[in-house]
Structures are given as structure tokens and as C-alpha cells.
């Protein structure tokens, strides 16, 4: 992420900011609902007895269920369920990206077509995601167009209509040829349910794959009931500042008609044959040592949209939680740049300590760490003030 593209994050964080605002109004119960959620998270997270329930009703309701305990062994046991398959539909999944899906099919050349907007632009452009829920927010409308322009030789106009247009046919195309789609789940529930959230209404067609269904999802996401629903409000709102998502998927098994003599016969539509992966790569670990609240989080993304180191610093720091996350994941993400200043906590719906956490995990001294990050951080924050003004200057001409 250059300096351009953050000057562009800063701008469209603000978007969602504002719509915030204007929308807090009509969810008057916001508050206890996130109190709600608090309580469900503390009670779930880590939770054998909601884990085993979840995973008993799952596999009573059709699922299978498969347990991998790092990325390469979620990464071998998609591959055992694609079998021969050579083109792959997906939706937006933040697991899918902790694990490098992606880039690990492409190396067995296996086609894998990313089928939510954000993401195709990421994936065709060569980008890193800026936001759990809006992985292109960095990248402006210009930017989006004058790029496809060079890379597809088009000549598509200063127009958003144009882009998804032009995006669509491919994902169409591919969705139309895919025997599988992969997915990630916003929630898993001890009476064997997945729920998803969508906006676009791409995942309607990814699950319905003639062939296979895959759920990737992390062990943190169970849920005692469909009251989780609560939490796709709340997901909703601080990610996008909008009430509720024009989708909410709802599956409770593969498909199955009772018609004829009241029998149950299963496998009508599509999906005949789904599966889930149970991912724990290192969750169980740092749940039991030190960093359980890590996992309450419910991927909102609003630590990221008011993170002002993340504003500076870009992709160097990666905001909130998902700073710490990819800390200690993958060590891409530097937390001496962390101001310490706690927005990260007053902003999160559910009050996450995550500077506690990033200060272990950083370590060294508070005092030394936080005059530096200041330091950095106003020299950074001058220069892109500079930056934005002349390219406000330049754009005037």
C-alpha cells in the first residue's frame, strides 16, 4: 500500500464513519446488544461443550466435518475434497486469506476465482487487502479504472457501473463453469447451523456448486444458538454503517424434501455435499495463553476504520486487532508502530482489550516504544497532510 492508496483508505473509512452516524439512530438498543454479544463470546469462545455440540448437530444435519490444525492441513484437506476439479468459485473469507488459499491452488494450478468485487480487484490487481470487510477500500475509482485499462487493454469509462460490469462477465463465466465453491461463515451454531453474511449475492450462487460445498471457518466461531443473528447487526453496522446486509444465509443442512409420505429424503438441490473445515492454527493455543479476547472479535473492522497509525502507516501496521492478529500469525505486521492510544478498545462493539494484548506481544519498554511510534507517526502524518494538499492543488489545475 503506497501513500496514495492510504490518503485513498482515509477517505473512504470516512464514508463509513458518516454513515455511522447518520444510522445510529435506528438501532436505539445498539449498546445492549453489544453487551449481548460480550457475554455469548465469553461464554462460546474456547468452549468445548459448545464445540462438540456444534460439531454433533452439524454432522447430524448432513455436514461433514473435517478438523485441521494449520493451514497446511486445511490446505490438504481442501485439495482432497476439490479432487480433479480445475476451476474454483470463492467468497470474501478472512480465513481464507490467514491460510494463503489462494495463492496455494494457483500453485497447482488450480484456476480459484475470487467471486466478491473487493476481492477480484485485489486478486487481478496484484493488491493486499486493507479492510477485513472492504478489501479494496484503498483503492480509488481512478486508480480501479486506469488499472483494468492497462492490464485488460479496455477502455472502460470514469464510471463504478463500468468496473462491475466489466468484473462480472469473468466472475459469471466462471461461476457458471465451477463445480465447487468455498466459502467462510460469520458464525456456526451448536444446533447446526452456518450463517453467512452478504451483500452482493454472490454467495448464493458460490454454495450451490453442482458438485461440493467447502466451509472454511476458524474454531472461534461457534455459537450456543441462532440468536447469533445478533451479532450480523452489529457485524453490520460498525463494518459498513448500514443497518443490516441485503443477505443473511441461514443453512441448516444439505437439501431435503419431506413430500412424499412425510419421509425425509435428502439431497434435492444443490448442495448435495458439503463439508466444513474446522481451523485451529494456533487458536487453541493462544486462547488458552493470554489471548482469548483476541477471538470475541466478530471481524467488524471498526479498530481498523479508527486506528490512526493504521491512517499512516498503511499496511506496515494493520490496525487494531488485525495488527495484533497478523503479528503473531505471520510477523506482518510491526506493533512498535502502535501509539498506544487505546481508540482500538473504544471503538470495538465489544470492547476488546487489544492494547493489553499488543503490549505483550510487543514487549520491550512502554516509555521507549511510545515516544518512537509518536515520533514516526507525526512525521508520517505531516507528510501525507502534505501530499493530500497537493494532490488536491494538482486535481484543481
Not at 486493507?130 to 492497462?150: E, V
Not at 453474511?197 to 466461531?221: Q, S, V
Not at 492478529?325 to 505471520?330: K, P, R, T, V, W
Not at 519498554?365 to 494538482?394: C, D, M, P
Request: aromatic share 8%.
Amino acid at each position: 500500500m503506497n501513500d496514495v492508496q492510504i490518503l485513498a483508505m482515509r477517505k473512504s473509512f470516512e464514508i463509513v464513519k458518516k454513515r455511522q452516524k447518520a444510522n445510529i439512530t435506528k438501532i436505539p438498543d445498539l449498546q445492549e446488544r453489544a453487551e449481548r454479544l460480550r457475554i455469548v463470546r465469553e461464554e462460546c469462545v474456547g468452549n468445548p461443550k459448545v464445540i462438540e455440540k456444534s460439531i454433533e448437530s452439524l454432522e447430524s444435519n448432513g455436514f461433514k466435518v473435517r478438523f485441521a490444525e494449520d493451514s497446511k492441513k486445511a490446505i490438504n484437506i481442501i485439495l482432497k475434497e476439490i479432487g480433479s476439479a480445475n476451476i474454483v468459485v470463492k467468497t470474501k473469507s478472512n480465513i481464507t486469506k490467514e491460510i494463503n488459499l489462494t495463492k496455494e491452488l494457483e500453485k497447482r494450478k488450480i484456476n480459484i476465482v475470487e467471486t466478491d468485487i473487493g476481492d477480484i480487484l485485489i486478486q487481478l490487481l496484484g493488491e493486499e487487502p486493507s479492510h477485513p470487510t472492504g478489501s479494496a477500500s484503498h483503492l480509488s475509482l481512478d486508480y480501479i479504472i486506469s488499472s483494468l485499462n492497462r492490464k485488460f487493454g479496455t477502455k472502460l469509462e470514469r464510471d463504478p457501473f463500468a468496473a462491475i460490469e466489466f468484473l462480472l462477465k469473468d466472475i459469471k463465466q466462471y461461476i457458471e463453469m465451477a463445480e465447487v465453491g468455498i466459502t467462510g461463515a460469520n458464525a456456526i451454531t451448536a444446533e447446526g447451523s452456518i450463517i453467512l453474511l452478504h451483500n452482493e449475492g454472490n454467495i448464493f450462487e458460490t454454495i450451490r456448486r453442482p458438485r461440493k460445498w467447502i466451509i472454511l471457518a476458524g474454531i472461534d466461531k461457534f455459537y450456543p444458538s441462532i440468536d447469533a443473528l445478533n451479532a450480523a447487526k452489529i457485524q453490520t453496522f460498525y463494518a459498513t454503517g448500514t443497518i443490516m446486509p441485503s443477505f443473511i444465509e441461514v443453512v441448516s443442512g444439505i437439501s431435503k424434501t419431506a413430500d412424499i409420505e412425510k419421509k425425509l429424503y435428502k439431497g434435492v438441490h444443490n448442495p448435495k455435499d458439503v463439508t466444513v473445515i474446522l481451523v485451529d492454527n494456533n487458536r487453541d493455543y493462544l486462547i488458552n495463553n493470554g489471548f482469548r479476547e483476541l477471538f470475541y472479535c466478530i471481524g467488524c473492522g471498526n479498530c481498523v476504520i479508527n486506528c490512526p497509525s493504521y491512517k499512516v502507516f498503511g499496511n506496515k501496521f494493520k490496525g487494531g486487532r488485525f495488527a495484533l492478529f497478523s503479528a503473531l500469525y505471520s510477523n506482518a505486521s510491526n506493533l512498535k508502530l502502535c501509539l498506544s492510544c487505546g481508540k482500538c478498545r473504544e471503538n470495538c462493539p465489544l470492547g476488546i482489550y487489544i492494547p493489553r494484548m499488543t503490549r505483550e506481544a510487543r514487549g520491550g519498554s512502554e516509555l521507549y516504544n511510545f515516544v518512537l511510534s509518536h515520533i514516526n507517526w507525526l512525521v508520517q502524518s505531516i507528510y501525507l497532510e502534505t501530499l493530500g494538499f497537493y494532490l488536491t492543488l494538482k486535481g484543481n489545475d
